[in-house]
């Protein structure tokens, strides 16, 4: 991944987007490809980690990580750890976070029409 200078005129642009823009705003939390996938399976209920990288194996742990760590921070899941041996770490969707599951299953459902559409063609 490269990295952008601080003040290019495209993060800029970005940047604004997001400030101005509520549906950019909800779209840059979700995520491209994986977070919307996590999001998704964590509307069943609580995952620990494994658990999530099986539910989506096609992730890899480091993206796993990673996306994991943004959820947190952006309000969207808690991440609990219990002090036991082995240290247990559980994740779950936020009130934030659980009010995206309307808008999740109307993407599924469209995608799945979609999907059926596009592939009579």
């Known amino acids: 991944m490269t990295s ?20 950019i705003f909800a779209l840059s939390l979700m995520g491209k490809r994986w977070k919307p996938a996590i999001l998704w399976k964590m ?7 494994g658990q ?10 480091k993206m796993l990580t990673q996306h994991l ?7 969207l899941i808690t991440r609990t750890i219990y002090p036991e ?11 934030l976070g659980s009010s995206l599951q ?6 599924n459902n469209w995608g799945e029409k ?3 559409t596009k592939t009579k063609k």
Not at 6 to 11: A, P, R, Y
Not at 52 to 61: F, L, N, V
Not at 85 to 95: G, I, K, S
Not at 102 to 107: R, V, W
Request: charged share 35%; glycine share 4%; hydrophobic share 35%.
């Open 4 to 23: 952008r200078k601080e003040n290019s005129v495209n993060l800029e642009n970005e940047l604004a987007l997001e400030t101005d823009c509520p549906f």
């Open 85 to 95: 041996m082995p240290p247990r770490v559980e994740y779950a969707l936020t009130e």
């Open 102 to 107: 309307p808008i999740l299953e109307q993407l």
């Open 114 to 116: 979609a999907k059926k």
């Open 69 to 75: 760590r943004e959820l947190e921070t952006d309000g």
């Open 52 to 61: 999530m990288k099986r539910a989506i194996p096609q992730i890899s742990e």
């Open 43 to 49: 509307t069943e209920g609580i995952y620990r980690f």
